[in-house]
């Protein structure tokens, strides 16, 4: 299983705000949205199109490619043409620091 | 040129399923000469065969190279293209000048041109019907690089059988490959080439292959992909005269995260040319495939007889395939199709073999086999068709 990563300081996110990183061998995005963290793959499972330059909106992402939409808590699909959800990332914040866990399933 | 190009960018039609982010080129460095002369991992491809000769590179450097005196009494060359350059180099230069794979194409195929070391070289006179096999070797350490440049000329009448291979010593090993093979079959003459790439799963494989096919010449190429970390292959046959013929046989197997993708042109350029590939992916865990294929028919090339096709065996729900094949035709006296298919594993079928008294991983190895079986017996070659069902069967885990 792999470890928490130090990705950002807490002060450094806008609230809404998204930065997409890469952690280990994932590029993943973080959100922060009404001062909590979520981390999902930078990836929408209907074309890979990069969801970290998509737009936020409450606690969906949409992918700038086709539209789909995914929950940024669940990683669930919320709209056509994403059918399957994106891989979700466990996140913790630590004093100033937000770590996140690649998941590796 | 290397210093003016951009990377691919995620936008680039070729590159929006294939993400390079991660991939990071400071973290390699030029090939080293080596401090000493290190084994290189023994071939899959060439048990129990003969060979004409052989050829062997290490992370880039010449290694080692054989020919029987049979072929080099006839004018066969064979060895690393950086010694035969230097011995040969009247002979060679104007093939290498043809540029048959195009150096600008894109940022991989400038630093290969810049940077290329290694690599190996077959030249065959014309008429002259080597009929062992070859064998070319290319090998590389964990976090090397491997810049090889493999030449391969058949001369008019000419015929060979190529067996190249690219290697790692460890399962998991990293490194970088960006490489190009330029295949020349000249009139009349008749080669079968194959290539298994069977890196490291950490290596990033970066490869642009074509070949240029003469009048009533005929070439099969087989590619087995069953390594690397991500793998961006484009692959062009050119039928340059007429009557000229290609099959190709692609068999990719992929597990873990592992991200192949292969594009393939077949250019007919001349009329009544044949050209027919086959490609199959079977893939397991969270791994990807994408392949895209073209039949490119110019005005000319009336009476082109084209075939692609591309089927996609998805042995987990994580996995994914994206196949997309195309036809570009500005002929109007044509025949060519094409064909695609993804599917899972019919759980009929394994229910069925269940039932016979095999296990479920049996049942499921059964089924693959029978996937590829269809490439298999287009393989002429005995000792590659044994190698490639045999790393394939290893590699299928269970599923419940």
Redesign the interface.
Known sequence: MSEFVKVAKVADMPDPGKLTLEVEDSVVVLFRVDGRFYCIDDVCTHDGGPLGEGQLHDHAIACPRHGAKFDIRTGRPLTMPATVPTLVHEVKVEGEDVYVRINEA | MFGKMDWPG?RDEEW??T?I??FKLDKFSLPAAREAAAAAPSSVLSEGVELAGVSVSLDSWPSSNRLDRRWAEQGVLLGSLDQLVVEHGERLRPFLQRRIVNPYYDKFACLHTACWSGGHVLYVPRGVVVDQPVHMLSAMSDGRVDFGHVLVILEDGAEATVLTETAGFGETDGGLHCGATEIIVGRGANLRFVNLQDWGQGVWHFAHQRAVVGRDASLQWTVAALGSRLAKVNQHVGLMGEGASCQVNGVLFTEG?QHLTYHTLQHHEAPHCHSDFLYKAALQDRSRTVWRGMIKVDPGAQKTDGYQRNDNLLLSDHARADSIPGLEIEADDVRCTHGSTSGKVDDELVFYAMSRGFTRREAVRMIVSGFFQQIFDRITIESVRDALGHAIAARVREYN
Do not use: N
């Open positions: 995620r929006i399923r993400d982010r991660l995260k």
